[in-house]
């Protein structure tokens, strides 16, 4: 059985720090393209972040970009993301997600709808 499975979320203050993690289980992802993703109550799953299988590539939104870092640790089959400077907007539950298919491996997507796996998320808040 394959799974994804986020850890790291938590409370922290606007400005504070957090680092998630996503452990996949069942089958390694070394090869694939992974992501993380966010969703806010009463709106869609955003993308955030998004890395190639050999950590090459990455492709950030707008929103994140220069205070998130995504990382991976093939040899663990972990992927991470570092959150710094956070801001009570960034409050949502967080997903890690894994493609399987091998044309995005050094190009990731950065749509919900191509990614094949998905954790079941972790929440974080950020109080003001």
């Known amino acids: 059985q394959v799974q994804l499975v986020e850890s790291g979320g938590g409370l922290v203050q606007a400005g504070g720090s957090l680092r998630l993690s996503c452990a996949a289980s069942?089958?390694?992802?070394?090869?694939?393209?992974m992501g993380w993703f966010r969703q806010a109550p009463g709106k869609e799953r955003e993308f955030i972040v998004a890395i190639s299988w050999n950590s090459v590539n990455t492709y950030y939104a707008d929103s994140v970009k220069g205070r998130f870092t995504i990382s991976r640790d093939n040899a663990k089959n972990t992927l991470y993301l570092q959150m710094n400077s956070l801001k009570p907007e960034d409050t949502a539950v967080y997903y890690c997600?894994?493609?399987?298919?091998?044309?995005?491996?050094?190009?990731?997507?950065?749509?919900?709808?191509?990614?094949?796996?998905w954790g079941q998320g972790t929440q974080v808040t950020v109080s003001s």
């Open positions: 069942g089958r390694t992802f070394s090869s694939n393209a």
């Open positions: 997600a894994a493609e399987t298919d091998y044309r995005y491996n050094y190009y990731p997507p950065t749509i919900t709808s191509a990614y094949d796996y």
